[in-house]
């Protein structure tokens, strides 16, 4: 009697498996052109954007050309925010929110040089 394949090993919680074995192997989203994955970026802060660099190599880059930039105010600090501006390299905004209260306010007439920045 033959013995049935080893199981693959999972680190995944509650025994999830890994997507690519679910579709063998191709992962869709990574082949997605920027774009498209500018437009998906669109729907999330752009902290969260930024960090969808860490999932592969080719979208290390990919969130400094989205045109759209959102900072909630209970996620950005002022110099969070500038430094994103700083490695922000698209040609053009299409949409830009940010979130200002009394206290970020307060904060950045003190560092009147991030906002005029």
Same mark, same amino acid.
């Given at each position: 009697?033959?013995?049935?394949?080893?199981?693959?090993?999972?680190?995944?919680?509650?025994?999830?498996?890994?997507?690519?074995?679910?579709?063998?192997?191709?992962?869709?989203?990574?082949?997605?052109?920027?774009?498209?994955?500018?437009?998906?970026?669109?729907?999330?802060?752009?902290? @969260?954007?930024?960090? *969808? #660099?860490?999932? !592969?190599? %080719?979208? &290390? +880059?990919?969130?400094?050309?989205?045109?759209?930039?959102?900072?909630?105010?209970?996620?950005?600090?002022?110099?969070?925010?500038?430094?994103?501006?700083?490695?922000?390299?698209?040609?053009?905004?299409?949409?830009?929110?940010?979130? @200002?209260?009394?206290? *970020? #306010?307060?904060? !950045?007439? %003190?560092? &009147? +040089?991030?906002?005029?920045?």
């Amino acid at each position: 009697m033959e013995e049935p394949p080893p199981k693959e090993e999972s680190n995944a919680p509650g025994g999830a498996q890994n997507p690519s074995n679910l579709f063998g192997g191709v992962d869709s989203i990574s082949s997605l052109p920027d774009e498209m994955l500018h437009h998906i970026f669109s729907f999330v802060p752009t902290k @969260v954007a930024i960090t *969808t #660099s860490v999932l !592969s190599k %080719r979208w &290390r +880059h990919v969130w400094c050309k989205t045109p759209y930039l959102s900072f909630p105010h209970h996620k950005s600090s002022l110099e969070s925010i500038h430094e994103t501006l700083a490695s922000y390299t698209a040609p053009k905004i299409m949409r830009f929110h940010l979130y @200002v209260d009394r206290e *970020t #306010s307060e904060a !950045s007439e %003190r560092s &009147r +040089h991030h906002v005029d920045s």
